[in-house]
């Protein structure tokens, strides 16, 4: 497994309102939170929310301060979290595997001019 | 409940990222639908699914269930409804699902998609840009490792392009969504999981413009999609015998970079074409015919080409003996050395 | 799910199991005015907080507000309504007794149903709520016409989606036609009065708390709005239920 | 016509059936879920690329193919009919070598075993069995065109436009939709309008059926009732089996991605091998130590299969070339000494 930065922005809280302040972060940079933990405590003019966590992994960095003003769509914050190393096929056929050493029978002749 | 949505494009522009071509092509799409509130995207499974091979991952969440969504299964009607969506002001990327089932679509593909713009003297002008995995080496299924592209090439109206590593996945598919004619955009599904570091930059040259991946002097190879990489690993295996091989890729499919053909043969002297498609009225025949028209004197030797044999696609086992080998394209270098 | 308990109004509720129960009392949750329960607790991240805690969690759309009906009659918004609303609910999910936490409004009618029925209620806390009786004087004017306290309220959530400011106009009038009264206060069950330093709103919770014999604790630097998703005022309830 | 939603409810009965009858269902869908159950085995272990399931729709496909005769009909299958091709007789290590990918079409003799080749084009098949239909009658056989589909098929032009033709020509054939509820990712309510593929036959004139595609007896006396109307020369019939594809879409699918795994659970619950064993012993056409013999003669066979397509050679690339045409040409030929000189292994 590797590992991967994701930042997450603020998303649309709904109401068509355009920004948000932090009011606590329940998290801590270092720290290793599950899916669906509380990750932030932010407040609308109409309403306070808490945002759990959209993946598991490690927080690598928090993009604003509490009470701090962020608008919709501005980094939030920064996941380190595992990726698969193997990649995947999709629906139908296998993940092609690259040979290190391309085999070959025919040997060149270069060129006299 | 309260959602984090995954960050939409980068912010600043030419930063570079290791990334898969499905990713590269994942992040031009987030490009596209954020920049242009015109931009739609549709097909089988792209939605809910995120797609076949995860081109579409996470989008419908990002954008709506108005902008990224799912069809039935019926591909001539999501091509249809890509001709009226353009015609109510909308870009739309539809996704079939693989090559083999553009088939079924190729009435409003060709008899409307490629001529609307035509018949109605550009009053009504396409810009649809079709999602189309293409080609073979992944031990598919019938139907699901065909190349079609001399079939769309050969069709008026239609702009055709082939991306062949992850960096040119992502800026051709800009180029195709902006543009405002009809493009069919075929995804090498062979090199989908094809991941290194991608400049996520701005597409700097025109349409139309072809690339040149190695340079060389005793020859050009020229390729697109997956057989880009086949011939880069050709001109390496050339190179320990002293051939120097320039790997030219073609990117577009039409209209076909005659100029660019012709400034790199005229130089090396020598030319083979590569293509996964059959040889009979394959691309390949095009490209070997703008290389004479434009280099007939230069040419050291005819134009050779490597493709797919005339048969059709075959199943798993013998895909490798129907694709182009490393050892096919040895030969047809050493005959134009020969020659 | 909805239930259909005092054929006049359809409620919607939601009633959400833990994956291990600790084996206490559900917890009600009562919303304050125009909003509702997954605005006021659900994106606040109560229902996390109480099932991780083992508790399940039931909570209305109160009559007016959500997706349960919204009468425009202000007569159908009598505090009596709203309980016999509740008294329903908890018969139709054979609950015996319950924990209620209630947020402003919400506060104002755990504070009736744990008068009108003290043998449901095991404990009781309030949230964003003092006995100055906002309501006054409404059931005269158009509420939101003015510029009180409870007019900026009005106007702030009549304008959120999915409100009708009729029914909510209707609700104002129904309740402001029972003024709140200190006495009596709910006996016998523990209390717990819980609001932000700056929620004025909520002046005076301190003495009531006193008053009921009950405790109060303040949430430093939190207003009317953003009290209700704090981490302190989780932790206070959470302990002030257990066991 | 039974709702949708009041179809696939409740427990079967065989009552009204012979004995002869469902114990060949049995053994049928008991040798069917076996071999499905060795495919995803042989899928996990690197031998096929990838596999298609039946679980779960055993019953849709045994019974609609045991009311087909093999000596007279023709099916035209999807790529999901394994139950309905054991049944119907088929060459199974054949039909399972396009698992493997030896042959795209498989390795069964198509014309001999009356059972078109598999098709990967959904709803693309739909067509043939009306041309093959309307062939029978002027030719004066009394053959029955049998056409497979799904769900998602159901959405293509060629559906439409056969049912169409069907009507017109009064052609002896059976759309047999199987509708699993899921095409790929894309559920039933976002697929269908209007709900019901059987209702659609009433636009073309023709008798739409809607059936308890779990319930293998119900299955089977619908399929049998068209089949005989067709062969009358009554013309064709709409047949809608609702099923469930329990299973992914594919052994690459992950459907986590797309539904809520509970209501899977309740058709996993609900099996149709399971429906069956039940009504048969209630209705005592069966005891346990029969259906035990069933069992353990059925797990032979499906494991003789497995080996069977497992060890079966691989094609030599020469086959690239052999079937293009009836009659080669001297470019392929010419291709194929290329292949020779520069390819062959």
Not at chain 2, 31 to 50: A, I, M, R
Request: charged fraction near 20%; charge should be negative; glycine fraction near 10%.
């Amino acid at each position: 497994m590797a590992q991967e930065n994701i930042t997450f922005t603020l998303p649309d809280l709904g109401e068509g309102l355009v920004e948000a302040t932090v009011l606590e972060w329940q998290v801590a940079v270092g720290d290793t939170i599950g899916r669906n933990d509380p990750l932030v405590e932010v407040e609308t003019t109409k309403s306070a929310v808490v945002i759990p966590s959209p993946k598991a992994g490690r927080v690598v960095e928090l993009h604003a301060r509490e009470e701090q003003v962020v608008p919709v769509g501005d980094p939030l914050v920064t996941f380190a979290v595992e990726v698969e190393d193997a990649p995947q096929a999709g629906i139908v056929g296998k993940v092609p595997t690259e040979e290190a050493a391309p085999r070959r029978r025919v040997r060149l002749k270069p060129p006299t001019d | 409940m309260t959602e984090l949505i995954e960050r939409a494009a980068p912010a600043t522009e030419g930063e570079t990222v290791e990334l898969s071509m499905q990713q590269a092509i994942n992040r031009a799409l987030r490009v596209l639908l954020t920049e242009d509130p015109e931009v739609l995207v549709f097909g089988e499974d792209v939605g809910t699914l995120g797609g076949v091979f995860r081109v579409t991952d996470g989008l419908q969440k990002e954008f709506g269930e108005q902008r990224v969504f799912d069809t039935p299964l019926a591909e001539s009607a999501i091509m249809g409804m890509a001709v009226g969506l353009a015609m109510n002001g909308w870009r739309p990327v539809p996704e079939l699902q693989f090559d083999g089932f553009a088939y079924p679509a190729i009435d409003q593909i060709v008899n409307q998609v490629a001529r609307m713009n035509y018949r109605t003297r550009g009053a009504a002008p396409m810009p649809i840009t079709l999602r189309l995995p293409s080609f073979g080496g992944i031990q598919a299924p019938e139907h699901h490792g065909e190349s079609l592209e001399a079939l769309f090439a050969h069709t008026p109206g239609l702009k055709v392009v082939a991306p062949s590593d992850p960096s040119e996945a992502y800026s051709l598919l800009l180029q195709s969504v902006r543009s405002d004619d009809p493009v069919v955009y075929m995804e090498p599904k062979a090199r989908y999981w094809d991941r290194r570091p991608v400049r996520l930059s701005e597409p700097t040259d025109p349409i139309g413009a072809s690339r040149i991946v190695r340079s060389g002097r005793h020859g050009t190879l020229i390729a697109w999609g997956a057989m880009v990489h086949k011939c880069l690993q050709v001109a390496e295996l050339a190179a320990e015998d002293g051939v120097e091989l320039e790997v030219l890729d073609l990117r577009w499919l039409k209209p076909i970079d005659a100029a660019g053909l012709a400034a790199s043969v005229s130089r090396t002297k020598r030319a083979v074409v590569v293509h996964e498609a059959p040889l009979t009225a394959g691309l390949g025949a095009e490209v070997a015919t703008l290389i004479t028209e434009s280099c007939f004197r230069d040419l050291a030797a005819p134009v050779q080409r490597v493709t797919g044999f005339d048969v059709p696609y075959p199943a798993g086992p013998l895909e490798p003996q129907y694709l182009p080998t490393i050892d096919r394209v040895l030969l047809a270098v050493q005959r134009t050395l020969e020659y | 799910m909805t239930a259909n308990l005092t054929k006049d109004v359809t409620m919607r509720y939601a009633d959400l199991a833990p994956q291990t129960s600790s084996g206490a009392v559900p917890v009600l949750l009562l919303h304050g005015f125009g909003s509702t329960f997954d605005m006021n607790w659900g994106a606040a991240g109560w229902p996390r907080v109480l099932e991780t805690a083992g508790r399940r969690v039931i909570g209305p759309d109160l009559r007016g507000h959500g997706s349960s009906d919204k009468p425009t009659e202000s007569e159908l918004y009598l505090p009596e309504h709203f309980v016999s609303d509740l008294v329903a609910l908890l018969d139709e999910l054979g609950v015996e007794s319950v924990d209620v936490v209630g947020y402003s409004m919400g506060a104002r009618l755990a504070w009736a149903l744990a008068l009108a029925a003290p043998a449901r209620v095991r404990r009781l806390v309030l949230g964003g709520f003092g006995p100055t009786d906002l309501l006054a004087g409404v059931g005269e004017s158009t509420p939101g016409e003015g510029d009180g306290p409870f007019d900026q309220v009005f106007n702030t959530v009549a304008a959120l989606p999915g409100n009708d400011p009729e029914a909510l106009a209707a609700c104002a009038r129904g309740q402001a036609a029972r003024p709140f009264t200190r006495t009596p206060h709910p006996a016998g069950i523990p209390t717990l009065l819980v609001a932000g330093a700056k929620d004025a709103l909520a002046a005076g919770a301190e003495g009531l708390a006193a008053d009921c014999g009950g405790t109060f604790v303040e949430i430093p630097g939190r207003d009317h709005v953003n009290a209700v998703s704090s981490r302190i005022f989780k932790q206070v309830v959470l302990d002030f239920l257990q066991d | 016509m039974p709702s949708p939603e009041s179809t696939g409810q409740g427990t079967i009965s065989v009552e009204h059936l012979s004995p002869e009858l469902t114990r060949g269902f049995y053994r049928d869908m008991r040798t069917a879920r076996d071999l499905d159950t060795e495919a995803i085995a042989l899928q996990r272990q690197g031998v096929f690329p990838a596999y298609v399931s039946v679980r779960g729709q055993e019953a849709a496909q045994v019974g609609g193919a045991a009311a087909l005769d093999p000596t007279r009909d023709f099916v035209f299958p999807t790529y999901r009919e394994m139950a309905a091709a054991l049944t119907y007789g088929v060459e199974m290590v054949g039909y399972m070598a396009t698992h493997r990918a030896l042959w795209h079409g498989g390795l069964y003799d198509v014309m001999d075993s009356r059972f078109g080749a598999i098709n990967a084009v959904v709803g693309g098949p739909v067509p043939h069995a009306v041309g093959w239909a309307v062939g029978e009658r002027l030719r004066g056989g009394d053959g029955v065109a049998m056409a497979y589909f799904g769900d998602g098929a159901s959405s293509e032009g060629d559906v439409h436009e056969a049912m169409n033709f069907a009507g017109v020509f009064t052609a002896p054939v059976v759309f047999f939709c199987q509708n699993n509820q899921w095409a790929l990712s894309v559920p039933n309510h976002h697929q269908v309008a209007g709900g019901s593929i059987a209702a659609r036959a009433q636009g073309y004139g023709l008798p739409g059926v809607l059936v308890d595609g779990n319930d293998v007896g119900a299955v089977h006396t619908a399929t049998a009732e068209a089949v005989r109307r067709a062969r009358e020369g009554g013309g064709p019939t709409v047949i809608e089996a609702l099923t469930y594809r329990v299973e992914p879409h594919s052994t690459s699918d992950d459907p986590g991605r797309y539904r809520n795994e509970a209501e899977a659970d309740q058709w996993r619950e609900r099996d149709p091998l399971l429906l069956l064993r039940t009504a048969m012993l209630e209705a005592g056409h069966a005891d346990e130590s029969y259906l035990a013999r069933v069992d353990a003669e059925a797990a032979r066979r499906a494991e003789e299969i497995r080996d069977g397509v497992a060890n079966a050679p691989e094609p030599d690339g020469s086959e690239l070339f052999t079937h293009v045409f009836r009659e080669t040409t001297e470019e392929l030929t010419r291709q194929y000494r290329t292949w020779k000189e520069e390819v062959e292994p």
